[in-house]
Nanobody
Framework: QVSLVESGGGSVQAGGSLRLSCAAS????????MAWFRQAPGNEREGVAA????????YYADSVKGRFTISQDNAKNTVSLQMNNLKPEDTAMYYC???????????????????WGQGTTVTVSS
């Protein structure tokens, strides 16, 4: 089991930036995909961004393309999400997720991830 710990959440005004980090530890299982999901009150959890760690290939939800950037630091076992030009609709609990199996049906399918962090809150005010 991979332990994932998120950090970097907070409150910002619209147009501001935040950087989320996810530190992975514990199991030596390979993490094929790392992703960020978010869940706003009353909404389903949705995929925000993911990275295929072997190739560095990245994936983004249409709603965040051009504003969010996912990146990895293999030396530190961390994955980050740089969020720029934040909007009130970005307000949510953000979760880090990892998949330790090599094949995935969809990067945005939460059922494809078998390790989850506890989440960090992002609040964007208008």
């Amino acid at each position: 089991q991979v332990s994932l710990v998120e950090s970097g959440g907070g409150s910002v005004q619209a147009g501001g930036s935040l950087r989320l980090s996810c530190a992975a530890s514990g199991s030596t299982e390979r993490r094929y995909y790392m992703a960020w999901f978010r869940q706003a009150p009353g909404n389903e959890r949705e995929g925000v961004a993911a990275i295929y760690t072997a190739a560095g290939r990245t994936y983004y939800a249409d709603s965040v393309k051009g504003r969010f950037t996912i990146s990895q630091d293999n030396a530190k076992n961390t994955v980050s999400l740089q969020m720029n030009n934040l909007k009130p609709e970005d307000t949510a609990m953000y979760y880090c997720a990892a998949r330790t199996l090599p094949y995935i049906t969809s990067w945005a399918n939460q059922r494809d991830y078998n390790n989850w962090g506890q989440g960090t809150t992002v609040t964007v005010s208008s």
